[in-house]
């Protein structure tokens, strides 16, 4: 039944291709390639070695996966201020009493996104002229790292929930700072671009692509790639040899376009794009196997206590991944730690029901460029 959906999807033009994964806490139960990485039908076709762009699964999949772990190692507090990390630069326009909490619930007070948009010519990014912008650093210091410390505030921290990438683009920052501070990552963890970008290791300190390149370095070591072939297939910024395993997202040509180009193996969000690729709300790329193996692990920790059926531990435990998936307050949105989850008693009754008639205990998210993920720990089922 569910490959006759899948195949309905591509046959009414929804999408050109997807796969999709069903599994428990023991195994994957279904795992459907289907169609092809473009609406023409001689182009490549989808694998389960296929690689996507998951826009803001990369919320949970990375940031929030990171911000569990340092919590559950002590390295924070989740009622800790972001400005005691950050500075006291963050606290401006209202900023000061932002926790790390309010960021994961999305009600820091942040609007959805930058105004303008980091890609958007106004706010004068280097690289935003030119006819086939470069996906680097260049505006990351300083330009969007002095935008994100004097964005100012819609609603006051804690009241009102509005999802809002500017939430995680913070996070991001704090996991940087955090990491490379305690010295979880060293410059032997930053990867080639971010070497090369810095250059000699006087300019590192105080530097954000310091703090985004540290994050980036966490996340692959202690996330992606914690245990021998665990998430092989995930990473930011693939590689050009990889581009072509990547499905294309967006063909971003004609007027108003940003790239000009139909982009492949390259960010689709614009805002992580102009932030070089690397960001806490976007810019992971992963397979349907990869993202499998993480949930089957959340799934196989809530139900028999943090050892998958490889015998995999040491990552987060029961109680740590309780927390982060358990709705905090329905009042205000379905929203757990980072993660949704499909509560009908809140105002947006599960995220729009993303995960239709799966139980309350459910966790989930969505991603803009059509990704979605849903771990139900009382059946014990996952569906990516």
Known sequence: VLTDILQTGIDEGVYPGAIALVGNDKDILYQMPIGHYSYNQTDTKVTVDS??????????????????????????????????????????????????????????????????????????????????????????????????????????????????????????????????????????????????????????????VLTVCAFEGYVAREVFHRFSNWMPRTTYLPPRTLWKDCLPTLNDTGEGSYTHRRLQGQVADGDCYAMGGIAGHAGVFSSGPDIGRLLRYLLAVSVSGGIDKDGEQGFLNATTVKLFTTVQNATHSSRALGWSTNTPQSPDYGYDNSCGLMSEETFMHTGYTGTCCCVDPNPKRSLW
């Open 51 to 208: 690689m996507f762009d998951i826009a803001s699964l990369s919320k949970v999949v990375a940031t929030t996966s990171a911000v569990a772990l340092l919590y559950q190692e002590g390295y924070i507090d989740l009622d800790t201020h972001v400005s005691a990390i950050l500075g006291d630069e963050f606290s401006s326009h209202g900023k000061g009493d932002i926790t790390i909490k309010h960021c994961l619930l999305h009600t820091a007070g942040f609007a959805p996104d930058p105004v303008p948009w980091y890609w958007d010519e106004e706010f004068g990014c280097p690289n935003t002229d030119d006819t086939l912008p470069a996906e680097n650093f260049s505006c990351m210091t300083p330009r969007i790292a002095m935008s994100l410390y004097n964005e100012s505030l819609q609603n006051t921290p804690g009241e009102v929930y509005t999802y809002s990438d500017l939430s995680f683009i913070t996070l991001q920052m704090v996991v940087g700072n955090i990491v490379w501070k305690h010295g979880l990552v060293t410059e032997n963890d930053l990867r080639q671009e971010c070497v090369n970008w810095l250059g000699a290791a006087a300019q590192l300190e105080n530097n954000p």
